[in-house]
């Protein structure tokens, strides 16, 4: 092709494994957009039920309806994004790490054919593939987020680095007295 005709064909001009891993990893910005809020009620949900079990809390402060009540009430439309940059710390190189592992199993699976001709467990166990690669690669951040989105409920979250370092702390002084507890038995 001699200059650009407006046909643009990924047979004429494929991605790379890497270009569709950064195309996924950039993708993944925008629906951190969608997520953060989502994720945030649903945290919030989960620790609002451990309370009402706990007797802390009645029933009815347990639905869906009042919690996004309450985070307008109390923070406005932008309260739904506490943990934002959490998520976008996970989503981004996660789904990189994701189409990254999602493509070059196909490449594999493919071995020298094209990647288009793959049947659908090849296929299924490459998606497998990239989901492992995910989580693998965001697991801690996910956890680091969940807490934050859950500690804005109380004001009391430090943002990422600080609850990460009391998220660290606190896990590694549990960790020091089970492990004295063993020494005991």
Known sequence: MNGWTGNWSPVLCPFSDLHN???????????????????????RL????????????????????????????????LGFY?????????EVPGYFFFFGGYELSRSFFASGRSKDELGPVPLMLSGGIGGICLWLAVYPVDCIKSRI?????????????????????NEVSQLGKKIQLKRID
Not at 30 to 39: D, G, I, K, R
Not at 82 to 90: E, K, P, Q, V, Y
Not at 156 to 161: E, M, P, T, V
């Open 82 to 90: 506490h943990g934002l940059s959490s998520t976008l710390l996970r």
């Open 21 to 43: 891993a950064a195309a996924g990893s950039f993708a993944s910005a925008f629906a951190a957009l969608v997520l953060c809020p989502t994720e945030l009620v649903t945290c």
């Open 149 to 169: 989105q859950v500690l804005s409920m109380s004001g009391k979250q430090a943002g990422f680095l600080g609850t990460f370092i009391t998220v660290v702390r």
């Open 46 to 77: 989960q620790i609002m039920y451990e309370m009402q079990m706990s007797g802390k809390i009645a029933k009815s402060q347990n639905t869906v309806w009042s919690v996004v009540k309450s985070i307008l009430r109390k923070d406005g439309p």
